[in-house]
């Protein structure tokens, strides 16, 4: 597989508006390119600085990094736009150069039986989805791009957190194909009652995700269980500035009604190690990225839940409320 930084657009951009000093954020996977990319701003007369943070999507924009380091510009690599912003900030997607022929056809078995489709990707493959779409309308099958919602920057696009526009057409197709991995289509299973298959392009292979959303349906409602049974509960509230999923004040509330002890604690990312030492709370409810419950429920020794869930576990939301609306 083959990136692209987009180069161009950066240069471009950058000789617009002129910066003095950038902050770099890189998306997990690409930190490895940093001199690379250093090259190229400082070639421009740019002074740059790397953020060091683990940079997990396009929710954490690094303002108050920038701003500590005198930095009067973002450049940030491998996400799309999430949220506004007043801090100027460029986005560069950074585009996965594949060849997908082998893996669409691949694809065609497991969707016989299924004539339309919803077409879903993560935003290195948006470059693809003119493509991909017009593969699959070459063998017959319609297929529907989600309309751009929310967080999601374009249309047919999913991020982690929101599957908004997968649910708004989820009546008018057989099934979705999610281009991208497993975190994407795991997320999709989630979200809508129907079939989920994944274009694996990082592992090479084509499946369904059937069987995952009941393992993990299961493991919410134990979280749940083991949160109502807890007596002292911490609320965690993340500093990512997209990562704002609920009102700490109600669930607090609520909480206190039950006869809970409870704390709010900031964290700019939530970790095992960081909760370690709370040692006599009982559970926690976590507002930053409602993936970080779901994702890493074996990382962690104490139940974890999303602000939904918690909402399920003080009676305000019923559990077959979150199964309807899907639990992301
Ligand atoms: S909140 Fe989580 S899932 Fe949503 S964009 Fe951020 S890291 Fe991804």
């Not at 090479?204 to 059937?210: D, I, K, L």
């Not at 700490?248 to 609520?254: F, G, V, Y």
């Not at 704390?263 to 559970?283: G, H, Q, R, W």
Request: one cysteine or more; glycine letters at 8%; hydrophobic letters at 40%.
């Amino acid at each position: 597989m083959t990136l692209d930084f987009e180069k161009e657009k950066l240069i471009n951009e950058l000789e617009k508006r002129k910066p003095k000093k950038v902050l770099v954020q890189l998306a997990e996977g690409i930190k490895k390119n940093a001199l690379e990319i250093k090259e190229w701003i400082e070639a421009l007369g740019i002074e740059v600085i790397f953020s060091g943070e683990t940079c997990w999507g396009g929710c954490d924009i690094a303002v108050d990094e920038a701003q500590a380091v005198g930095a009067d510009l973002i450049v940030h690599f491998g996400h799309a736009e999430f949220i506004r912003t007043d801090f100027p900030v460029i986005y560069i997607n950074v585009k996965d150069i594949l060849n997908l022929n082998s893996l669409l056809e691949k694809s065609l078995e497991k969707l016989k039986d299924y004539n339309t489709i919803g077409l879903s990707y993560s935003i290195q493959h948006r470059h693809d989805i003119k493509n991909i779409k017009k593969f699959y309308e070459d063998v017959g099958k319609e297929v529907v791009l989600s309309k751009k919602n929310g967080t999601n920057a374009y249309e047919g696009h999913i991020t982690g957190c929101n599957y908004q526009g997968l649910k708004e057409i989820q009546n008018d197709v057989n099934c979705f194909v999610i281009i991208g991995n497993q975190f994407h289509s795991m997320g999709a299973t989630l979200a809508v009652k129907k079939p989920v298959i994944l274009i694996d392009v990082y592992n090479n292979n084509v499946r369904t995700m059937e069987g995952l959303r009941d393992k993990i349906l299961k493991q919410r409602m134990i979280s749940i269980e083991k949160l109502k049974e807890s007596k002292n509960i911490g609320i965690i509230i993340g500093t990512a500035c997209g990562q704002k999923f609920g009102s700490p004040k109600k669930l607090m509330e609520k909480l206190k009604e039950q006869g809970k002890n409870v704390i709010i604690i900031t964290m700019s990312e939530l970790t095992p190690d960081k909760i370690m030492n709370f040692y006599n709370i009982d559970a926690f409810i976590e507002l930053a990225c409602p993936r970080i419950a779901i994702d890493d429920f074996a990382k962690y020794f104490k139940p974890i839940l999303t602000f939904r869930e918690a909402l399920v576990a003080v009676g305000e939301l019923s559990w077959n409320e979150i199964l309807e609306e899907g639990i992301i």
